[in-house]
């Protein structure tokens, strides 16, 4: 399977023709003030089926974690959480996303919570998802 994973905004400086340091965008600031709001970067898998790359779904969510330690252990284990819904949802759109069909938001919104209580080893966190956009070629 492949997957491929769109991050927001890193604070690295590039350099420029000439010789000048440009400074890469900024990073992404958060859809809520909340303090148990954790932020996941957007990503995207490709849809492979029959062997071949019939498209994309694009991923945009965050967690509400209002207990402060499953917050804390929510984001240092962020890597592991994004390769779970990564395998996760590469499963689910090489075997259900079909050419002119929405994502059934409930199944996805349902696979990434149960990726995210399984590496969080407890439930307590919810995924609150901004959008999932299907792209079939």
């Known amino acids: 399977l492949l997957a491929t994973a769109t991050v927001a905004g890193a604070s690295e400086k590039k350099p420029e023709k000439g010789g000048k340091d440009v400074k890469a965008p900024k ?14 970067d957007p990503f995207s898998v490709t849809v492979i089926q029959e062997d071949r790359i019939r498209g994309k779904v694009s991923l945009s ?11 804390e252990k929510a984001e240092l284990l962020m890597p592991r959480l994004q390769d779970a819904w990564l395998s996760q949802m590469n499963l689910y759109a090489a075997t259900t ?4 069909k929405p994502a059934n938001i409930a199944d996805v919104s349902n ?4 990726a995210a209580d399984r590496v969080l080893g407890k439930t307590g966190s919810k995924i609150l998802i901004a959008s999932v956009i299907v792209d079939m070629r």
């Open 27 to 40: 990073k992404q600031r958060p859809i809520t003030s909340l303090d148990s709001w954790v932020m996941v």
């Open 111 to 114: 696979i990434l919570q149960s």
């Open 61 to 71: 969510f965050g967690m509400d974690v209002p207990d402060a330690e499953l917050r």
């Open 97 to 100: 996303i079909r050419p002119g």
